[in-house]
Each structure stands twice: as structure tokens, then as C-alpha cells.
């Protein structure tokens, strides 16, 4: 059976509370709103009860922020994009903040498994002032379970529209990317954490961020494989190649809380289904 899924999240601030109210059709839902943070700070679990993608199933999310309010997305577990016979299955994801909004976007890896075609995009789209926290992390087969990802591709997007584009295919018979010293060089999870921003970071504040993203992989046992960087005035981005998820999931969330600390003075507690 083929699925199609959609799902419209909207948080909006009523009555100095952060809420979110949702439609969807088929089997794509979020779990009850919920505020550890406090009233300002709505957040929210992103089930998928089938469990996973196979060829000709979409997904499509549409997330908006309204002004001055802060969301939080994340996922009980990883996405699965399973073995194809040739059609493609697609996650489609659009972010779109209104003035002084903020969202953050956590969703766990996605994980390709051997033999898939999968399409994976995310498209951002922001308001002066508002600001975006998020992170794409993928897993290239099943390392720890012996079953590589040796067929099948992926299609990654990330945009934020006239301003950053990131776009690739990753196919598993493609040797020079996969293991070439220039590609993938043997790694087998790709993770980007970005810090989007409707207006302009100034250099003050894009140069501190920087510096602390820098300093913690500087101590970290993937130093040799993550860097940060700002491709543009408005975005703040670091990458990451591990051998598998963890090792670089753990990085992200490292730097994911100091930026939120730095630019939000915000603490970095992490949602409470990462730890059930």
C-alpha cells in the first residue's frame, strides 16, 4: 500500500501562550502540545505511525510560525526510507516564519536503508527577524547491522529561497563519492546543523557563534571531519561526516545548545522523548 501523507502545523502566541493547532490527512499526526520551558516555548512530536517511507509513498509537512511565536519540532525516532523496486518516496518539508519568530527543527536521522530512492527537501522561508535552528542528519544503511548501503540513491535539498541552496544526489554505486578521499571518504552519516535568519546576522554576533561551534569540535573525536562556516549573511552552518549517527548527533547537540544559550539565552535542555 502507498501512502500520502500531509500535515499543516501553526503556532501562534494567543493570550501570551505559544499554541499550535494542526490538519492533516492521512496517517502523519502530532502528539499534545507541550510546555517544559514554560508558556513561551511550544513543543511538539512529529509521529509517523506506518514507521517509514517505501517507494511512491510522500510526506508532506507544512510548518508555520506566527509573529514572535517559538516552536519546536521534533521525532520519536528516526525516519526509514525503505527498499524500492524504482519508485521514489519523498519527504517535502516547508518551514515558514513570520516577523520575530523562531522555530526549532529537530527531527531525528533519517536512515536509507539499502536499495531505497528517496527524495528528502526542506525549503525555509523567514521574516525579518526571525530565526530558524535546525538540523538534516542521514545515515547511509545500517552500519552497526551489517547491512550497507551498496544500491538505491537519496536526494537532499536544503533552501532557504534567493539566499542558500544546498542540493545533491547520493548514489550508492557512485565509488568516488562514496569512499573517494573528496567525497564521503568511507562515511556513512552526513549531519548539517543551520542557523537561518530573516535578517542579516551581524558580524559581532555571526563571528561569536563561529567561534564557539569551532571550539567544540576542536575537542571533539570528529574534529577531523566537521567545520563550521557562514555561506552568507543570513546562515550559519555546520557539517559533519562520522562513520555512523551517534558520533555526530552528539556533536550537533552540543552545538545546538550553545548557539541557542548565545543568540536566545536560552538554556539547551534537550526535548524529553530523546531520553525515553
Known amino acids: 500500500m502507498v501512502w500520502h501523507a500531509e500535515l499543516a502545523l501553526d503556532y501562534r502566541v494567543e493570550a ?9 490527512s ?3 499526526r502530532i502528539l499534545q ?3 517544559p520551558e514554560g508558556n513561551s516555548i511550544c513543543q511538539n512530536v512529529l509521529v509517523h505511525p506506518p514507521g517509514g517511507l517505501v517507494g511512491g509513498d510522500t510526506l508532506k509537512l507544512n510548518i508555520t510560525v506566527g509573529a ?3 516552536g519546536l519540532v521534533t521525532t520519536p525516532g528516526a525516519t526509514r526510507f525503505y527498499r524500492s ?12 516564519l513570520e516577523a520575530g ?3 526549532e527543527w529537530l527531527p531525528l536521522e533519517a536512515i536509507c536503508y539499502d536499495a531505497c530512492h528517496a527524495v528528502n527537501r526542506v525549503r525555509l522561508e523567514l521574516a525579518p527577524g526571525a530565526q530558524c535552528l535546525g538540523w538534516d542528519i ?35 554505486d557512485d565509488q568516488r563519492l562514496m569512499n573517494g578521499p573528496t567525497g564521503l571518504d568511507g562515511h556513512r552519516c552526513l549531519a548539517t546543523l543551520f542557523f537561518a535568519s530573516g535578517s542579516p546576522w551581524s558580524r559581532a554576533e555571526k563571528e561569536a557563534l563561529l567561534d564557539s561551534a569551532r571550539t567544540a569540535i576542536q575537542g571533539h573525536s570528529l574534529a577531523a571531519t566537521a567545520g563550521a562556516t557562514s555561506p552568507n549573511g543570513h546562515t550559519l552552518v555546520l557539517r559533519v561526516l562520522a562513520p555512523t549517527v551517534e558520533p555526530a548527533m552528539q556533536l550537533l547537540r552540543t552545538v545546538r545548545k550553545q548557539w541557542r544559550a548565545q543568540a536566545w539565552q536560552l538554556a539547551g535542555a534537550d526535548p524529553r522523548i530523546w531520553a525515553m
Open 138 to 172: 542521514t545515515a547511509l544503511g545500517l552500519p552497526h547491522a551489517q547491512l550497507p548501503f551498496v544500491k538505491g540513491s537519496l536526494e537532499q535539498h536544503l533552501e532557504i529561497p534567493g539566499i542558500w541552496l544546498e542540493r545533491g544526489t547520493l548514489r550508492a
Open 85 to 96: 523496486e524504482g519508485p521514489v518516496a519523498t519527504q517535502d518539508t516547508t518551514l515558514r
Open 101 to 103: 519568530a523562531r522555530l
Open 26 to 28: 492521512g496517517p502523519l
Open 16 to 24: 501570551e501562550r505559544c499554541v499550535a493547532r494542526y490538519h492533516h
Open 68 to 70: 514572535d511565536a517559538h
Open 33 to 35: 502540545n507541550l510546555y
